[in-house]
């Protein structure tokens, strides 16, 4: 089974901070990889599909990159309603999540 | 708009059976498009996946689940349901159902049910 790492598990930020999370495959995955934001209670919205498109909606400082086995998400300015929690998602081979990234305020 | 929508009993007794349905709205699970999935979060952990099936009845699902699993799907509802046995407290989660991933591309899960609580205990 594909492993998804992502790091770090949580940070802390600022608004208007450059934020950069990485997700690692433990095999290659193309480009099938999703990033998903989780507020509290409730369900996960899809931010970012095929490594690098961004999904309708979904404001310009999101950003996504890498392809094979190294993924990134950036959110380029932080803004409030940003803190959340951010998945990512591969569905090359069955589906998999990374475990998760808390984005907290500093 | 593609909606889902999950339903079942908030609270299930130890080691009974978790049987949870999700209503699909805006699309139809026989357009053959996509896989209709089911995921779960237990409280304060991350997102674990459990399984999806096809609109055929083809089914994948998490081998840490799979002896105590089964899915199925009603075409002429526009429904997929899930089904675990044997319960334990370790199971207690939201469950959430979404649709994707995609049959012709992998693009991940673009609409998600809002999800539901499932508590077991006595």
């Known amino acids: 089974a594909i492993q998804m790492t992502q790091s770090p598990s949580s940070l802390s930020a600022s608004v208007g901070d450059r934020v950069t999370i990485t997700c690692r495959a433990s095999?290659?995955?193309?480009?099938?990889l999703s990033w998903y934001q989780q507020k509290p209670g409730k369900a996960p919205k899809l931010l970012i599909y095929?490594?690098?498109t961004l999904q309708s909606g979904v404001p310009s400082r999101f950003s996504g990159s890498g392809s094979d086995t190294s993924f990134t998400l950036t959110i380029s300015s932080l803004q409030p309603e940003d803190f959340a929690t951010y998945y990512c998602?591969?569905?090359?081979?069955?589906?998999?999540f990374g475990g998760g990234t808390k984005v907290e305020m500093k | 708009q593609v909606q889902l929508l999950e339903s079942g009993p908030g609270l299930v007794k130890p080691s009974q059976t978790l049987s949870l349905t999700c209503t699909v709205s805006?699309?139809?699970?026989?357009?053959?498009?996509?896989?209709w999935s089911w995921i779960r979060q237990p409280p304060g952990k991350g997102l674990e996946p459990i399984g999806y099936?096809?609109?055929?009845?083809?089914?994948h699902s998490n081998p840490s689940l799979r002896s105590r699993l089964g899915m199925s799907v009603d075409t002429s509802k526009n429904q997929f349901s899930l089904q675990l046995r044997s319960v334990t407290a370790e199971d207690t989660a939201v469950y959430y159902c979404?649709?994707?991933?995609?049959?012709?591309?992998?693009?991940?899960?673009?609409?998600w049910g809002q999800g539901i609580l499932v508590t077991v205990s006595s």
């Open positions: 979404a649709r994707g991933p995609g049959i012709a591309a992998r693009w991940g899960l673009h609409y």
């Open positions: 805006g699309d139809s699970i026989s357009s053959g498009d996509h896989f």
């Open positions: 099936i096809y609109y055929s009845g083809n089914s």
């Open positions: 095999e290659a995955i193309r480009n099938n």
């Open positions: 095929a490594a690098s």
């Open positions: 998602l591969q569905d090359y081979n069955y589906f998999t």
